[in-house]
């Protein structure tokens, strides 16, 4: 999709098994899925079980998706596990994102939380961020554990971030932006887990400014590494 406006979708989640998962604008991305020039604004997402994003709930391929150029906006609540700004879970395969800016507000959710994507899993996920703001609205993300200003939780990834600027400037404690009531809270990931000694991970031009609150394993980068 290229150039494209949306304003206005919502979801309202309730005791429906399968149909309370998997839930965005898109349910699952695929191999190919690419997004140019995109405005999406939602209009709340409420009551998810589990993969919840702006954009799709989840991601499941062995190939890539491509996001650039992109604006996201919206609200997130009361979603149990797996919650993004952008995607709630991946499983696999390549996402590659540039010159997006993010205005979400994650609100009252569970584990794997994250201001980008909730869960990042699979045989050797590839992750690249290049070109990362949140100019017109501040991001807030507030889950239990394993919260994060970008992801809740990566698990044996490459990830490379770049040129990157996320900010809240309220020092406010009822408005505090990355929160989680439980461990593993931090202000790129809640976790940062590797069991592969030969995972590349790299930071260029990465400023984060926003309060951050959590119990045990809480950092201004990852909770836990």
């Known amino acids: ?76 609540s009361d979603s149990k596990f797996h919650t993004g700004g952008i995607i709630g879970y991946m499983s696999g395969g390549s996402i590659e994102i540039l010159n997006t800016d993010i205005g979400a507000q994650i609100l009252k959710c569970g584990e794997y939380t994250g201001g980008i994507i909730g869960y990042v899993t699979g045989s050797n996920p590839q992750i690249t961020i290049d070109g990362l703001t949140s100019k017109l609205q501040p991001i807030v993300v507030k889950g239990s554990s394993y919260v994060g200003g970008i992801f809740g939780k990566i698990s044996n990834a490459d990830l490379t971030l770049k040129n990157i600027k996320l900010a809240h400037e309220s020092t406010q404690s009822e408005n505090e932006a990355i929160v989680g009531s439980g461990p593993y809270v931090g202000g790129i990931a809640g ?17 984060l400014s926003f309060p951050i609150k959590g119990k045990d394993n809480t950092g201004g980068l990852f909770g836990k590494v």
């Open 1 to 76: 999709e290229e150039g494209i406006t949306i304003f206005g979708f919502s979801f309202a989640g309730s005791d429906m098994g399968n149909e309370n998962k998997n839930i965005g604008l898109f349910r699952t991305l695929k191999s190919g899925a690419t997004f140019k020039k995109i405005i999406l604004y939602n209009n709340g997402i409420n009551g998810v079980s589990e993969k919840c994003g702006i954009l799709a709930g989840s991601i499941e391929t062995d190939g890539i998706v491509k996001i650039s150029d992109c604006q996201f906006r919206g609200t997130i």
């Open 191 to 207: 976790e940062l887990y590797s069991s592969d000694s030969n995972a590349q991970i790299s930071l260029d031009n990465v400023s």
